[in-house]
Each structure stands twice: as structure tokens, then as C-alpha cells.
């Protein structure tokens, strides 16, 4: 997946960022609860008693944010430059890291840090640090 800089929208992009900073706020002051994809969807797979519609309440509500922008404006256009196989071990070391991390960026970036919580700072500076890594070896050593 490629980023077009020329046409980034700075404007939109901060819009983008009070939008989750208020949906987070908005979450955890109704129902106690940190807000974050990974231990959202993670809860689906052992769900407790009365746990699960509100889940799937919250994730077809993200599933169905682009397709409500998409009344308004033409959605990007998504390019994958690599395989479905790629992908899909993406996905799975995604799985496996937010599970030994404890929470995902949305989790740790937006809700922890705003909590003043030290293991999501270390958190937060792991994902940060490993994708400026991850970016540099890609487009600097194996470019």
C-alpha cells in the first residue's frame, strides 16, 4: 500500500485525529473501557456472558466508516504490492504482538497515554521505534 504525499490533507488528517481522540474519550467515560481494536475483536473469541453484541456493534461501526465517507467522496484507491500470503503472516504477527504487548496502538497510543501509563508509553515507543526500523531497512537496505 502506497501513501500519496502530493495530495495529503492536513486538515482532514487532524479532523481524523479528534474524531478517535473523542470517540476514545466518549467510550471509556460510558462504559469504562479502553478503546482498542485488537482487545475488542480479541474479545469475540472467548466472550463473556452479555459481551459480544456490543462488539459486534463496535467493529461493524468501523467496517461501515468508509462505506458512509464513500456518500460523500470517492474513497482512495488501495494498491498492495505484495501477495495475499504476506498479508495474511502480517496479519497474524499483528494478532500475536497486540496479544504480548497487551493492547494495540489504538489501545496503548491513544488510550494509554492519555491515562499517563507508563507500560503503554514503552509500548507506544516499541511501535514507533520498530516501524521507523522496518521503514528504514525496506526502502534504504533492501531497496
Known amino acids: 500500500m ?3 504525499h502530493l495530495h495529503f490533507t492536513p486538515w482532514l488528517s487532524l479532523a481524523g485525529g479528534l474524531l478517535i481522540g473523542l470517540a476514545a474519550a466518549a467510550f471509556i467515560l460510558l462504559s ?28 461493524a461501526g468501523v467496517a461501515a ?3 458512509a ?5 470517492p474513497l482512495p484507491a488501495a494498491r498492495f504490492d505484495t501477495g495475499w500470503p504476506l498479508l495474511l503472516l502480517a496479519g497474524l504477527l499483528v494478532g500475536w504482538g497486540t496479544r504480548a504487548g497487551g493492547g ?7 488510550c494509554g497515554l492519555s ?6 508509553l514503552a509500548a507506544t515507543l516499541c511501535f514507533m521505534a ?10 534504504h537496505l533492501l531497496a
Do not use: K, M, N, Q
Open 65 to 67: 466508516a468508509p462505506l
Open 115 to 120: 491515562r499517563l501509563s507508563p507500560r503503554s
Open 130 to 139: 520498530t516501524g521507523f526500523a522496518t521503514v528504514f531497512v525496506i526502502r
Open 2 to 4: 502506497t501513501i500519496d
Open 69 to 73: 465517507w464513500s456518500l460523500f467522496a
Open 32 to 59: 469504562g473501557r479502553v478503546l482498542g481494536i485488537s482487545g475488542i475483536a480479541g474479545g469475540l473469541l472467548r466472550p463473556l456472558r452479555g459481551d459480544v453484541l456490543w462488539r459486534l456493534a463496535f467493529l
Open 104 to 110: 494495540c496502538t489504538s489501545g496503548h497510543g491513544v
